[in-house]
């Protein structure tokens, strides 16, 4: 099993200009989330999602927007890049009623600049 | 209202010491306590979980963890460092509860082992 699988690895925007980050997983899980990480400051939620067609705010949400029209895929859109979205984004995916049991897979991350 | 807070963003042991990693938790119910590890570029993994089951938890790689409720802890141990345990190293919670579970990370600690 591929697990989940963000693309692209790695982006340069210009400021101004948009981008869609995706992400796939395989192992049937209802949630989905969107985190950035930044040096100092952790993972911070951008996005989740519950289910498919259902989308929610986290800690981060301005300047960002998502989709989640199938269950296996969560998209992460910013409308128009500004340099403090300068991040790596990483994406998540866990089962409805084991988060005791599994906790969240991650993606390997989306190495983001904003020039 | 959950937090995590870890002592010490850097810590730095020799090849074969202990290992010691600080993580305090807050939360107005039982928490799941977690410790995630990032490897340089690479998505968090999980390394081990508190789920009530018992105070001592085991993961991969000989860490583990015990939770101290007096204390609010969930400090991570290693008995000898290796050089392949460098890394990063999040501490997480999650409320003990049904439905949607918000996990809150730390800010994370960086090991790095000296040979």
């Known amino acids: 099993n591929a697990g989940v699988t963000q693309t692209p690895k790695f982006r340069v925007l210009k400021t101004g200009q948009s981008m869609t980050l995706l992400c796939a997983q395989d192992?049937?899980?209802?949630?989905m989330y969107w985190y950035r990480q930044d040096p100092g400051m952790g993972l911070r939620l951008i996005h989740y999602?519950?289910?498919?067609?259902?989308?929610a705010k986290g800690e981060v949400p301005d300047g960002y927007n998502v989709s989640r029209l199938k269950k296996q895929n969560f998209l992460l859109g910013l409308e128009s890049a500004a340099p403090s979205q300068t991040s790596v984004y990483f994406c998540?995916?866990?089962?409805?009623?084991?988060?005791?049991?599994?906790?969240?897979?991650f993606g390997s991350g989306t190495r983001l600049t904003v020039v | 209202a959950q937090s995590v807070t870890q002592l010490g963003s850097h810590v730095s042991v020799s090849e074969g010491a202990l290992v010691l990693l600080r993580c305090n938790y807050s939360s107005s119910v039982p928490p799941y306590l977690f410790w995630y590890v990032q490897y340089p570029n690479q998505g968090l993994q999980l390394l081990l979980k508190y789920t009530s089951a018992a105070t001592l938890v085991k993961g991969i790689n000989d860490f583990e963890a015990e939770f101290k409720k007096s204390e609010t802890s969930f400090h991570l141990t290693k008995p000898s460092a290796h050089m392949s345990d460098a890394a990063e190293y999040f501490c997480?919670?999650?409320?003990?509860?049904?439905?949607?579970?918000?996990?809150?990370f730390g800010t994370g600690t960086k090991l790095q082992v000296i040979p």
């Open positions: 997480a919670v999650s409320p003990l509860l049904s439905g949607y579970q918000k996990v809150t």
């Open positions: 999602s519950v289910g498919e067609g259902t989308t």
């Open positions: 192992m049937n899980h209802e949630y």
């Open positions: 998540a995916s866990s089962y409805k009623r084991r988060l005791q049991d599994y906790g969240y897979t």
